[in-house]
């Protein structure tokens, strides 16, 4: 069965960076986009970004564009995100997830978020 | 504030139908298909409803998803009270160039 098994909590103070670790299994990696989504306390989810595992493309959503970084190592399935210039509101829930996907016109689109790991709390504090 | 807008609250009995909406505009729901998420709280989301009315294997056929214009809808006919939970739906936006979530329905069983 497909799993995404991500690393464990963190605290970080303001200023410093972050890197979560995604591992996968039970699919072909680099069949799949893998996103990242966090959920802040009491609020819904927010997508950050993806990368194909298969080519190495990322994308990423304008707010965080400049402070986020995606990587996959395909020999061990594993997808990283690592956030820098940690502030207080970046306090959260950090998810990785497949992207499902369906095959139109000669490219691949985004349907839903099939499969989710376990979330990674990151505690920005001083 | 999200891009999508859902009810923040919404309740109902065992065996009862409820649904719960979702608004959004032409540059997301009116030109995409969307996914429904339900969230026990401290755990992952989990896929209930994608391509707008399409069941992922082992969701229950209880659960259906619909779409008119630029709004979609989460059904859920005989209510049971393990779906006391938080409901998301989510879309891909145009305009954004990503995918977007509604900000959540809480969900009680009475």
């Known amino acids: 069965q497909v799993q995404l098994v991500q690393s464990g909590a963190e605290v970080k103070e303001p200023g410093a960076s972050v890197k979560v670790s995604c591992k996968a299994s039970?699919?072909?990696?680099?069949?799949?986009?893998i996103h990242w989504v966090r959920q802040a306390p009491g609020q819904g989810p927010e997508w950050m970004g993806w990368?194909?595992?298969?080519?190495?493309?990322?994308r990423y959503a304008l707010k965080f564009q400049d402070r986020v970084t995606t990587a996959s190592d395909t020999s061990i399935s594993t997808a990283y995100m690592e956030l820098s210039r940690l502030t207080s509101d970046d306090t959260a829930v950090y998810y990785c997830?497949?992207?499902?996907?369906?095959?139109?016109?000669?490219?691949?689109?985004?349907?839903?978020?099939?499969?989710w790991g376990q979330g990674t709390l990151v505690t920005v504090s001083s | 504030q999200s891009v999508l807008t859902q009810p923040p609250s919404a309740s109902g009995t065992p065996g009862q139908r409820v649904t719960i909406s979702c608004s959004g505009s032409?540059?997301?729901?009116?030109?995409?298909?969307v996914s429904w998420y339900q969230q026990i709280p401290g755990t992952a989301p989990k896929l209930l409803i994608y391509?707008?009315?399409q069941r992922p294997s082992g969701v229950p056929d209880r659960f259906s998803g619909s779409k008119s214009g630029t709004s979609a809808s989460l059904a859920i006919s005989g209510l049971q009270c393990e779906e006391e939970a938080d409901y998301y739906c989510?879309?891909?936006?145009?305009?954004?160039?990503?995918?977007?979530f509604g900000g959540g329905t809480k969900l009680t069983v009475l």
């Open positions: 990368i194909s595992p298969n080519t190495g493309g990322t």
């Open positions: 989510a879309t891909w936006d145009g305009s954004l160039n990503g995918p977007v």
């Open positions: 391509s707008t009315n």
């Open positions: 039970g699919y072909t990696f680099t069949g799949h986009y």
């Open positions: 997830a497949r992207g499902g996907q369906f095959w139109s016109n000669g490219n691949w689109y985004w349907h839903s978020f099939d499969h």
């Open positions: 032409s540059f997301n729901i009116g030109g995409n298909t």
